[in-house]
C-alpha cells in the first residue's frame, strides 16, 4: 500500500471512493455545526401536589442546588413528552399537564450553553421523590424558597407565584 508523504495513512488514491465520500460528508457536518450554534431545547415543569406548593430538586450533577425538575428534550420527542418523562425520571411522580405557561430564553439562563426552556405547569398526586439526576425533592410554597436555586429558577417560580403568565 502506497503511503501519503504527509501522514502515516494511506494515501488518498488508496481511499475507497465510497469511504472518501463518507468522509467528506462527515466533515463538511462538522463545518455546518461549527458554523450555525443553535440553543438546546429544554422544559421544565411547575409540579402543584398541594395547594400553593410546588415541587423542586436538588441536583445531583453541576450546576448544584435546587431546581424545577426538568431537562434536554430527545431527538424525535415532543416538549409535552419530556416533560411528562422527565417530571417522571426526577421527582417518581406521573404528571399531568395543565398548561405551557412560558418560555425562557436568556442567553445567560444556563452557564454551561444557550438553552430555550419552555415551562409547563402540572398536576400529581403523591409524595416526589428524587431519581435520576435528582438527590432528593421536595414541596416548597413562594414563602420558604431554598436558597440556592440553580439557573433562572427562581425567576420562573417568582413568575409562577405572582401570577404573571
Known sequence: ?????NS???APSEIPVAIASAMKELEEAIRQQMRYRNPVPTVDIIIETEPGSV????RKNPPHGWAIPGGYVDYG???EQCAVR??????SLDVTLVRQFHTYSDP???KRHHSISTVFIATADGIPRGADDAVRAGLFTKNNLPADIAFDHRRIL????SGRY
Not at 500500500?1 to 508523504?5: A, V
Not at 422527565?86 to 421527582?91: D, F, G, I, L, S
Request: glycine share 4%; no cysteine; net charge negative.
Open 55 to 58: 415541587v423542586l430538586i436538588e
Open 77 to 79: 420527542e415532543s416538549l
Open 108 to 110: 445567560s439562563r444556563d
Open 8 to 10: 502515516e495513512g494511506p
Open 1 to 5: 500500500m502506497k503511503m501519503s508523504e
Open 86 to 91: 422527565e417530571a417522571k425520571e426526577e421527582t
Open 158 to 161: 417568582e413568575d409562577y407565584f
